[in-house]
């Protein structure tokens, strides 16, 4: 299997930062790329608060913080990235600004670098095919906070090589996280599974079926969950799951994935959940309160 020493990462929003900070945690030299010096701060100091937070609760040691901290460094030179045994991308879901960026770093790097791409749901296929190193371009998908969340999705597309899939599948376990294979499929294993569940909870609020605090109540104490769906919306991002539904329905072409005409609204008004303050929830309130849609 190759061997990966220097990790790249490419965007330092909520994803980037996260899967900057767990790979440096873990004892690789990483670099983080951002456009501008405004966000890749704002990445930067999210990593130390959450580091701080660690060892607030006595998970690692102050030590341990600093040397992670240590093995970071944050640009904005995509040129940094050149010499990385492999790039994970977590930069905006659009497939248009992601392979421009694969191109880029294609002309960059040597031909042993591991391509990596975040996605939620585009196919790897479809960037894969931008580059002139298909057999190595894979699939990592991580979740959200990813410094918590133990789960990584490693997806092999058609061109995928046997030791680019081992080398990046034996990379997520040296991050302490546990790794499942998939299929290069539009949303792979969880996305499958949960994005018709998050829109048929809208479908449910839409028809009448229950109020959203009795929707999310239900799932949470009668499935066992820790958040309702409706709440799990807010938290993903109401704009986020629907840009991810149009891509996947426009895969599936399958009613399953067509986002609901309420999420739409929602969007378009900006109530994108936390993030803008205000979706199924208003966070201005403690504790939340339900917002009135107009339902």
Not at 13 to 20: D, H, I, K, N
Request: net charge negative; proline share 4%.
């Amino acid at each position: 299997m190759t061997e990966i020493k220097k990790v790249g990462v490419l965007g330092c929003g909520l994803m980037g930062s996260g899967v900057a900070q767990v790979a440096a945690a873990a004892g690789y030299t990483t670099v983080v790329r951002e456009v501008d010096d405004a966000p890749l701060q704002k990445g930067k100091a999210g990593i130390e608060k959450s580091l701080a937070k660690f060892v607030e609760k006595g998970k690692i040691t102050a030590e341990d913080r600093d040397a992670t901290l240590g093995r970071l460094s944050f640009v904005t030179d995509i040129g940094a990235l050149k010499d990385c045994d492999i790039v994970i991308e977590a930069v905006t879901e659009d497939l248009e600004i992601k392979n421009a960026l694969w191109k880029e770093l294609d002309a960059l790097c040597p031909a042993s670098t591991i391509f990596a791409s975040n996605t939620s749901s585009l196919t790897i296929a479809a960037m894969a095919a931008a580059t002139e190193r298909a057999d190595r371009f894979v699939g990592l998908h991580f979740f959200n906070p990813v410094p918590l969340m133990k789960l990584v999705e490693v997806v092999r597309t058609i061109t995928t090589s046997q030791d680019t899939f081992d080398t990046t599948f034996a990379f997520a376990g040296s991050l302490g996280k546990t790794a499942v294979a998939a299929k290069d499929s539009s949303g792979f294993i969880v996305n499958l599974l949960l994005v018709p569940y998050l829109l048929d909870a809208i479908r449910a609020l839409e028809t009448g079926v229950a109020s959203i605090e009795d929707i999310d109540n239900a799932m949470k104490l009668g499935c066992g969950y820790p958040m309702g769906p409706l709440a799990l919306l807010d938290f993903v991002g109401n704009d986020t799951t629907y840009k991810i539904a149009e891509i996947m329905f426009d895969e599936y072409r399958d009613p399953r994935y067509a986002p609901p005409p309420l999420l739409k609204r929602m969007v378009m008004a900006g109530l994108y959940g936390r993030k803008s303050g205000k979706g199924f929830y208003d966070y201005s309130a403690k504790p939340p309160t339900v917002m009135d849609l107009g339902i």
